[in-house]
């Protein structure tokens, strides 16, 4: 139990976000797959990132981590090993597909196991797919929760309509595709994230992109090289709503990756009337960067869905608190995917939220939010959600009273020195 209370703290100053989690994960993954020694800059040290490492690890692979710096010494897809203990994939849902996608390819046996949240996600949506490749896989409810256990190899290269627009589910079929018989093709309804084509591009791996179709050929090799990790545009989500909407504030958040499938929340900033700024743009191996300022802003309500969800997908418990701020009525709508995050998002969201005294409303597929509300400290929980714990505590700095928040633990997951950034910017 944390308690907090920011009310009437503003927000000034300069802060470097940590490195994005999805190219963390990626940077690790392909070291491991690649022939030849990657070096890694800015690497997340959350703990979904470091069971990652430790996964590759328990599969032969030399890997040394020194805080964000990380070496990886790959021997191509031949040099893993059979694990001989279970993979432990933590809490995180991106080992957990991406790993698949992998392991399908390689022949040997290998079992997976994750914490109480992985337990309830749907794997099917990566299993399905890579069986039709020819990987054997099998698991609780027929391959639909961990723990999972798979033997890959022989793969086939498959055309495949992703019902869902997910870049672990289309990442998993591409890393199978590496070794399939002949090219794979996924096709998603809208463009979720793209870091895993943009990545195999810097290891020298060639991909074809139409539309939202992206296409990679079997027998492939990867190629090492050095990755600089930007940081995570979902970590600074937090700083840009709290500078929009804490009085008297303004931030400015180095070196934050601007892929264009992960700006949503940019937009939606926009969008709802918020003064903020791109600033410095550069890029390193294919993804773009920049500084970001952001200042308290006047906001009102917007109506947020269609192809704008997978690019803000997991920024919507930090809009839900934006939407309290603001002026009329927000509608997320088209996001029932939230329901299968580290917590159902919709439920967690409306729930903790309305224990401060805001005006929201679940829906099947989203949320309505009525502001802008005055919040209250109360006792709520991040339920183990690391992006919930970061919500409510940004919450805290428009809440008169204490915050006690149960399970701020969670955070680390993504954001270890979250409690650290908050006391450096808070004046
Ligand atoms: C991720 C993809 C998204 C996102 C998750 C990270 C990735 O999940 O929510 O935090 O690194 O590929 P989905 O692919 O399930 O949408």
């Not at 997340?44 to 590759?56: K, R, V």
């Not at 303004?250 to 918020?274: F, S, Y």
């Not at 390193?284 to 803000?312: C, K, M, W």
């Not at 989203?366 to 714990?389: F, P, T, W």
Request: proline content about 4%; aromatic content about 4%; glycine content about 10%.
């Amino acid at each position: 139990m944390k308690k907090v209370n920011f009310y009437q703290t503003r927000l000034q100053g300069e802060i470097h976000v940590p490195g994005d989690k999805s190219i963390s994960h990626r940077a690790v993954m392909l070291g491991s797959i690649a022939n030849g020694t990657t070096t890694v800059e800015h690497f997340l040290p959350g703990e979904d990132c470091l069971s990652t490492i430790s996964c590759f690890e328990k599969m032969g692979v030399e890997i040394q981590r020194n805080g964000e710096q990380v070496t990886v010494w790959g021997n191509g897809f031949k040099g893993l090993v059979e694990p001989k203990e279970i993979l432990d994939v933590g809490n995180s849902g991106t080992t957990t597909r991406l790993l698949l996608g992998i392991l399908a390819g390689i022949p040997f046996h290998s079992c997976m196991i994750g914490d109480s949240s992985i337990a309830k996600r749907p794997m099917k949506r990566v299993t399905n797919p890579l069986r039709d490749m020819g990987a054997k896989i099998d698991g609780r409810e027929d391959g639909q929760f961990t723990p999972l256990s798979i033997r890959g190899g022989n793969l086939k290269g498959i055309t495949y309509q992703s019902p869902v627009a997910s870049a672990q589910v289309k990442s998993s079929i591409l890393l199978a595709g590496l070794n399939g018989n002949r090219s794979t093709t996924v096709t998603e309804p809208h463009q979720s994230r793209d870091h895993t084509e943009r990545m195999l591009q810097a290891f020298g791996v060639s991909i074809e992109v139409k539309g939202t179709s992206v296409t990679v050929k079997g027998g492939q090799e990867l190629t090492s090289t050095s990755i600089y990790v930007p940081g995570d545009i979902s970590s600074a989500a937090f700083f840009l709503v709290a500078g929009a909407i804490v009085p008297d504030s303004e931030i400015v958040l180095k070196n934050v990756g601007i892929n264009p499938t992960r700006t949503g929340i940019i937009d939606v900033l926009q969008q709802m009337g918020a003064t903020i700024r791109i600033e410095n743009e550069r890029e390193e191996n294919f993804e773009p960067f920049a500084d970001l300022y952001i200042q308290t802003s006047e906001l009102h309500g917007i109506e947020v869905g269609g192809e704008l969800i997978p690019r803000l997908i997991d920024e919507i418990p930090i809009i839900a608190l934006l939407a309290t701020q603001a002026e009329g009525t927000t509608i997320i709508k088209d996001a029932s995917e939230l329901k299968v995050k580290e917590t159902n998002r919709i439920d967690t969201v409306v729930n903790e939220l309305t224990k401060l005294g805001a005006k929201i409303e679940a829906t099947d597929d989203g949320m309505i939010i009525y502001g802008k509300s005055k919040l209250h400290g109360a006792e709520v929980s991040s339920h183990g959600d690391h992006r919930i714990g970061m919500m409510l505590a940004i919450a805290s700095f428009v809440s008169e009273g204490e915050l006690q928040i149960e399970d701020t633990e969670a955070i680390a997951v993504s954001y270890p020195s979250f409690f650290e950034h908050i006391e450096s910017l808070s004046k």
